[in-house]
Each structure stands twice: as C-alpha cells, then as structure tokens.
C-alpha cells in the first residue's frame, strides 16, 4: 500500500510564505515524477509545479518566481516553497507522484492540504 501525506498547509497573510512538504510511504519501487496541484472552490484543479527523478522542474505561470518544488530522492518527500502569497492562492493543495510498485508504474494522490491566503 502507497500512501501520499502532505503537511505545512495553513493560514498567512498577503506577502507571506509557507512550506508544503509531501512524504511517500509504502512499498516503493522507485518514483518518477512528483507534483503538486490545486483546486478552489468552484474551480477545477490545477498543475502548481512538477519536478522529475532528475530535478528538471515545470511551473505554471501563476507562481513562477514565487514558488520553488524540489525533492529529496532519498527520503521520498516533496516539498513546495511558496513565497509572496496572494488571496488568489488560496486552495486545497494536493501533493501527485508516479509511483514504481512491483511490475508498473501507478499515479497517487494526497488528501490535501488547505492554504488560506488572507488579504
């Protein structure tokens, strides 16, 4: 069994900056991409940032130079720096890794962390 956990969501102000980190547990082979996405309410979810295996990232141009994903192979967690927050960031967070379990390759999913941005 793989499981996904994701900490570090919380409250802030406008201007201020949170940490999420997404540990994976479980019987795992290897992982090749990791993520996070989003979804606001009333909204669909949405691509934050990826990183691969090799540390190639990918962002969406809501965050670029606001937030940086990097990971830590050997411990199997991901993490998310997010700086200079705005309202607008406000939402579920959700943590998303391709996982190797024996013979294939699944994709997993978090439950989610809220970040609640205050104006």
């Known amino acids: 069994q793989v499981q996904l956990v994701e900490s570090g969501g919380g409250l802030v102000q406008a201007g201020g900056s949170l940490r999420l980190s997404c540990a994976a547990s479980g019987s795992i082979f290897s992982i090749d991409a990791m993520g996070w996405y989003r979804q606001a309410p009333g909204k669909q979810r949405e691509l934050v940032a990826t990183?691969?295996?090799?540390?190639?990232?990918n962002y969406a141009d809501s965050v670029k130079g606001r937030f940086t994903i990097s990971r830590d192979n050997a411990k199997n967690t991901v993490h998310l720096q997010m700086n200079s927050l705005k309202p607008e960031d406000t939402a579920v967070y959700y943590c998303?890794?391709?996982?190797?379990?024996?013979?294939?390759?699944?994709?997993?999913w978090g439950q989610g962390t809220q970040v609640t941005v205050s104006s």
């Open positions: 990183i691969t295996e090799g540390g190639g990232t």
């Open positions: 998303n890794a391709d996982i190797g379990v024996v013979f294939t390759i699944r994709n997993y």
